[in-house]
């Protein structure tokens, strides 16, 4: 019985562990998502009228669905336990998943 119990409770502590480098990975690439859309709005921004880019977002987090928007200067990405923001230049335009088209046409930038 000792045995089972502690087989029970290795199995338990390997799971939990699991969970969390999943949890830990996740918020990596989220996070990575957020800097590389405030990278290319910033670059966009420094740029000279005329510029044009196109990049991609991933469609999902480590095969979960998750949420990204440009709102007020702000990126948001959230998940199931995952929320992070971060503070971009003024841009026009909405991100999405998949394919996006950035560029700069008399000193405005424009996105999608």
């Given at each position: 019985?000792?045995?089972?119990?502690?087989?029970?409770?290795?199995?338990?502590?390997?799971?939990?562990?699991?969970?969390?480098?999943?949890?830990?990975?996740?918020?990596?690439?989220?996070?990575?998502?957020?800097?590389?859309?405030?990278?290319?709005?910033?670059?966009?921004?420094?740029?000279?009228?005329?510029?044009?880019?196109?990049?991609?977002?991933?469609?999902?987090?480590?095969?979960?669905?998750?949420?990204?928007?440009?709102?007020?200067?702000?990126?948001?990405?959230?998940?199931?336990?995952?929320?992070?923001?971060?503070?971009?230049?003024?841009?026009?335009g909405?991100?999405?998943?998949?394919?996006?088209?950035?560029?700069?046409?008399d000193?405005?930038?424009?996105?999608?």
């Open positions: 019985m000792a045995i089972f119990l502690f087989f029970v409770l290795f199995m338990l502590v390997l799971q939990e562990n699991s969970k969390n480098k999943n949890f830990e990975k996740e918020s990596i690439l989220a996070n990575n998502i957020a800097l590389s859309v405030q990278d290319e709005i910033n670059l966009a921004f420094d740029s000279p009228s005329g510029y044009y880019r196109q990049f991609s977002i991933p469609q999902n987090l480590l095969g979960k669905s998750y949420n990204i928007i440009l709102q007020d200067n702000i990126v948001y990405i959230n998940a199931d336990k995952i929320g992070i923001s971060y503070k971009v230049m003024p841009v026009n909405t991100i999405k998943k998949g394919l996006n088209v950035i560029r700069k046409e000193d405005e930038v424009f996105l999608n």
